[in-house]
């Protein structure tokens, strides 16, 4: 079946620039996961969702950092005002639902802000 | 930072040979689960233990972890080439997840 799907896989801004990242997660999967990951580093976590809420928006960096998810299916993240230190990948992932179960993670949207 | 330690940064062994690898993180969870992450394949999921569990096998894999010491740790038997990747614990807890920094395994041929 399908798994996880993000879009653009690559995008390059220029600094001051919004740009939205997308992801379909896994049909059916409640619980969808926003990360970023710099190079060579682990993963940052930066937001969940449960369903279409987000209880919990304290891993977002700054203000400039949004995310949504709609009809508990695509999310989007959205960085207004890019700055040079927001390049990185951003990894989306789902699973079944919150708690004791294995993350599902789509390719990744590799963000370069010049 | 809130990220967890994987122990070694980086280890090269030959195939055949079996890895180990460590993680320790700092907060109650109520799972471990570890990740491979190469270029071809991306991130995967490898095992998840909860956090009443001691030990648990997959495969050539076997995880085993102690909460009171707030470590992890995995093994790889009888390596392969395919093996080669960075390898992540992440520990959830009340929903959210904490990466570790990963270690990175080659697996010379």
């Known amino acids: 079946g399908a798994g996880v799907s993000q879009s653009p896989s690559n995008k390059v801004t220029e600094k001051g620039k919004d740009v939205e990242l997308r992801c379909d997660p896994i049909s059916g999967h409640t619980a969808l996961y926003w990360y970023r990951q710099r190079l060579g580093q682990g993963l940052e976590f930066l937001i969940y969702f449960q369903g279409n809420s987000a209880p919990d928006k304290s891993g977002l960096p700054s203000d400039r950092f949004s995310a949504e998810r709609t009809g508990e299916s695509v999310s989007t993240l959205t960085i207004q005002r890019t700055q040079q230190e927001d390049s990185a990948v951003y990894l989306c992932a789902s699973s079944f639902s919150t708690g004791s179960y294995e993350q599902y993670f789509g390719p990744g949207t590799r963000l370069t802000v010049t | 930072s809130q990220q967890g330690e994987e122990d070694p940064q980086a280890l090269s062994i030959q195939e055949g040979e079996n890895a180990t690898m460590n993680c320790s993180y700092k907060?109650?969870?109520?799972?471990l689960q570890w990740y491979r992450q190469n270029s071809g394949r991306g991130l995967v999921h490898l095992i998840l233990?909860?956090?009443?569990?001691r030990e648990k096998h997959s495969g050539r894999l076997r995880v085993t972890l102690d909460t009171s010491k707030k470590s992890s740790s995995l093994l790889i038997t009888a390596s392969r080439a395919a093996d080669t990747a960075s390898y992540f614990c992440a520990t959830e807890g009340t929903y959210k997840y904490i990466f570790g920094t990963g270690t990175r395994l080659k697996v010379l041929a």
């Open positions: 233990i909860r956090s009443n569990e």
């Open positions: 907060t109650s969870i109520n799972n």
